[in-house]
Structure formats: structure tokens, C-alpha cells
Nanobody, 125 residues
Framework: QLQLVESGGGSVQAGGSLRLSCAAS????????MGWFRQAPGKEREGVVA???????RYADNVAGRFTISRDNAKNTLFLQMNRLEPEDTALYYC???????????????????WGQGTQVTVSS
């Protein structure tokens, strides 16, 4: 059974960095799609970044150039390096797997079947 467990969230000041991790069990990272979503209070879930098994990535415009997705296939762990954090990045961050459909829908939350419990990121100004 697929299980996704996020870690690495915390509180930082604007301009700081955090690295999120997602440990996956029951799933092989490099054989499928994975990604990160986030949800701020009072807002809908939004896609942050997705990665395909072949390494192709897609970033949301508001994080491109600041965030980087990577994975350690040997440890079956997905990472999200977040640099130059802004207060607008404050949210609960989710690791996702199990995408279905065309890649143009990568950043649509309804296209992802499996979700972790989330890890909180808070950025203060």
C-alpha cells in the first residue's frame, strides 16, 4: 500500500530556505509521477511542482527559479528545496503520487490519487 510521509517543514524568515522530504513506501519513485502541492489558509490547493519518471519537471510560475524538486531513488525519497522563501509561500505542503491524464494537467489537484498528511511551512516577513 502506498504511503507518503512528509517532513522538513518549519518556520523561517523571508529570504530563508527549507528542504522538504517525502518518504514513499509501496511506490517506486522513478517509475511514475510525483509532486508537491500546497494549501494556504482559506485558499484552494495549488500545484507547486511535478516530476515524471523520466525526470521531466513542471513548476508553478510563482515558485520557478526558487524551488527545486529532486529525488533519491535509492532511498525512495522525494525532496523540495525551497529558497528565497516569501510570506506568500506559507502553507501546508503535500507530497503527491498517482497522477492520471495528460501532463498539461500536472498541477491540478484532482488528477492526483495519493496524498501525504502534509508538513507546515511558515514564512514570516
Amino acid at each position: 500500500q502506498l504511503q507518503l510521509v512528509e517532513s522538513g517543514g518549519g518556520s523561517v524568515q523571508a529570504g530563508g530556505s527549507l528542504r522538504l522530504s517525502c518518504a514513499a513506501s509501496g511506490y517506486t519513485l522513478n517509475r511514475g509521477y510525483m509532486g508537491w502541492f500546497r494549501q494556504a489558509p482559506g485558499k484552494e490547493r495549488e500545484g507547486v511542482v511535478a516530476v515524471a519518471g523520466d525526470g521531466t519537471t513542471r513548476y508553478a510560475d510563482n515558485v520557478a527559479g526558487r524551488f527545486t524538486i529532486s529525488r533519491d531513488n535509492a532511498k525512495n525519497t522525494l525532496f523540495l528545496q525551497m529558497n528565497r522563501l516569501e510570506p506568500e509561500d506559507t502553507a501546508l505542503y503535500y507530497c503527491v503520487a498517482g497522477f492520471s491524464g495528460n501532463r498539461i494537467f500536472w498541477l491540478r489537484p484532482e488528477r492526483w490519487r495519493n496524498w501525504g498528511q502534509g508538513t507546515q511551512v511558515t514564512v514570516s516577513s
